[in-house]
């Protein structure tokens, strides 16, 4: 076994750890005890499948992990922070209702609390690579203890014979959307995208990985089912659509036997599992909307403090909100488990598409309401029991997903919406409007271009007769002044928090200017991030036209340390009405960065 293979599988504990969560972990024990053995092996092998075949495809030679992110992540980010919402939603949900109320009655959200914070403050504090030792370490822990409990129930009184199979309409309805759901549910959870990157930039092998988490995970699987076959059913909890649940039998069976070491080792083996998927949780989404806010082009993100926006505690208080609405409703987890077998089914297709064929055919929109569709037909279908309605909702799901499968096969071009509906949209064109000649000074704006008109005259040559090549700089400088003055008529350097300095200049020469030529200067905004303003310039001469063209990249620190700064609010208001995005920036044929400069007011 080869070094390359050691590394690559001591990420597996990670990845089985991170992908049990509330799911896995407790309906392992509800589908063994209410289905039977085969009825386990229904929900494990797909489960496990689902894992592997996510490392296998992302770990394909060819393919970098962390370029399809990027080239995803901005309109996948609502699938990724929902399918979150579910997956710490059923966590938060099942250590209360299965394992906290019955050991600690109404001390349970206390000790939920405190399991959430030590979780979230892992994360916050641990990066990826990081959280794979120390999940290692909590896998070892973690499995001593279910097998310490596991060894306790095995000595207690015998539990009835779990059977091969007790199959009824409402699991053969179950089949496909559980085969669809485990299937496609890697490829929805930010923390396995996390862990692909991570394992290629560290030169690991995706496919050896995954396939070591795979098995681990199965593992893991039969472990909690062994425990619920040694348990017995006890007392089923119907929920308030009048289905029993059997996913509290373990909690139960070791409570009954009332033994401290039995008691205390499974509680350690479920606190641990559920640690795993919350710090976990935490990293991912942190990793997941840090690269979002700092590539986002959104004016309404300058008014927000990158690092609010970024946090995971949004997304941790709607999981909760969900775990609570429905406890309250006295519902069961399926509730929080079928989005990722309707709601979810059209993104994460669409997504599993783009990433084999690199073609885009998303639309977040037209998902979004045929997976809420396909959820109703579900419920429809799980609560009755009608196993066809069950059946048929992941291929309500998969409409959504069409256009991506279409461009898969090669049978369609998915357009970009705007297209789409109405064909090609011409690029917007600016004209220059040449104010009379008679006029020696002027500036304003023309469409997204404010433009400036100058006359040089002798004072602006140098001694052998034509224009000074600098007086080009001033005035594109003396342009850009203008322009922020009239965008910021308030602006004042002596009360202002910060400073505007310029990051790079480039200029591309094509004629010379003649003196007594009139000559105009346009100027606009051309892109920006977060961080930086891009400004494109023109100059062009009445008579010769283009004389040449650049830009400029602008930063912004403050104005007493001289620490970088995210854009200003107050640059953004005053700045964004002229942006026009579709509009495209000349291309310059070199770029060289010059000194950072303090701007002249």
Request: aromatic share 10%; charged share 10%; glycine share 10%.
């Amino acid at each position: 076994m080869t070094l390359r293979t050691l590394r690559s599988l001591g990420w597996a504990p990670t990845i089985g750890l991170s992908w049990l969560w509330g799911l896995g972990f407790f309906y392992s024990i509800h589908v063994t005890l209410t289905y039977g053995w085969l009825g386990f092996l229904a929900f494990a092998g797909p489960n496990a499948a689902g894992l592997y075949l996510f490392g296998h495809v992302l770990g394909a030679p060819h393919r970098n992990p962390a370029e399809i992110v990027r080239r995803v992540e901005g309109r996948f980010t609502g699938l990724f922070l929902l399918a979150q919402v579910a997956a710490v939603g059923v966590t938060a949900y099942g250590l209360v209702a299965y394992v906290l109320l019955p050991l600690f009655g109404p001390n349970a959200p206390l000790a939920a609390i405190l399991v959430l914070l030590v979780g979230a403050a892992t994360g916050h504090a641990a990066s990826v690579r990081a959280l794979r030792w120390l999940h290692a370490g909590y896998l070892a822990v973690g499995v001593a203890a279910a097998l310490v409990a596991l060894a306790g129930l095995a000595a207690g009184p015998p539990a009835p014979p779990v059977p091969l199979a007790a199959f009824d309409e409402r699991f053969y309805g179950l089949v496909l959307p559980s085969l669809v759901g485990f299937l496609l549910g890697p490829w929805s959870d930010v923390q396995q995208w996390q862990r692909v990157v991570a394992i290629h930039r560290d030169g690991g092998s995706i496919r050896v990985a995954y396939a070591g988490g795979a098995l681990l995970f199965l593992g893991l699987l039969v472990l909690n089912a062994s425990l619920a076959a040694l348990s017995g059913p006890g007392v089923l909890i119907p929920s308030a659509d009048g289905i029993p649940g059997a996913q509290a039998a373990v909690t139960g069976a070791v409570a009954r036997a009332g033994i401290a070491p039995v008691i205390g080792a499974y509680l350690l083996w479920t606190l641990l599992a559920m640690v795993s998927t919350i710090d976990s949780f935490y990293a991912a989404t942190r990793w997941l909307l840090t690269s979002v806010t700092t590539r986002s082009v959104s004016p309404i993100l300058a008014f927000v403090p990158a690092g609010l926006v970024a946090s995971p505690l949004w997304t941790l208080a709607a999981a909760l909100a969900a775990a609570g609405a429905v406890w309250f409703a006295g519902l069961s987890m399926m509730y929080l488990m079928l989005p990722f077998a309707t709601l979810f089914v059209g993104a994460s297709l669409c997504l599993v598409c783009e990433t084999v064929s690199g073609r885009q055919g998303y639309d977040g929109v037209l998902c979004g309401m045929i997976g809420l569709a396909a959820a109703l037909v579900f419920l429809a279908g799980y609560i009755a029991p009608e196993g066809a309605l069950l059946g048929i909702s992941p291929i309500v799901g998969a409409i959504g997903a069409l256009p991506a499968l279409g461009a898969l096969v090669g049978r369609a071009s998915p357009q970009p919406p705007a297209e789409a509906a109405g064909g090609p949209q011409p690029r917007a064109v600016p004209t220059l409007v040449v104010p009379p000649e008679e006029a020696v000074a002027s500036h304003g704006f023309d469409g997204p271009w404010f433009v400036l008109q100058l006359i040089p005259t002798y004072d602006d040559t140098n001694s052998v007769g034509n224009i000074y090549f600098a007086n080009y700089f001033r005035w594109v400088g003396k342009a850009r002044e203008l322009f922020f003055n009239v965008c910021m008529p308030d602006f004042d350097l002596a009360t202002t928090g910060f400073y505007v300095l310029t990051r790079s200049f480039t200029h591309d020469f094509r004629r010379e200017a003649r003196e007594f030529e009139p000559i105009f200067v346009r100027i606009r905004i051309a892109s920006h991030n977060r961080k930086f303003v891009t400004l494109s310039h023109e100059i062009h001469s009445r008579t010769q036209g283009l004389l040449g063209r650049g830009e400029q990249t602008l930063m912004f620190v403050d104005t007493v340390r001289y620490r970088p700064l995210d854009i200003p609010a107050s640059i953004m208001a005053g700045f964004m009405p002229h942006f026009v995005r579709d509009e495209a920036a000349p291309p310059l044929r070199a770029r060289s960065a010059a000194a950072l400069m303090p701007e002249d007011g």
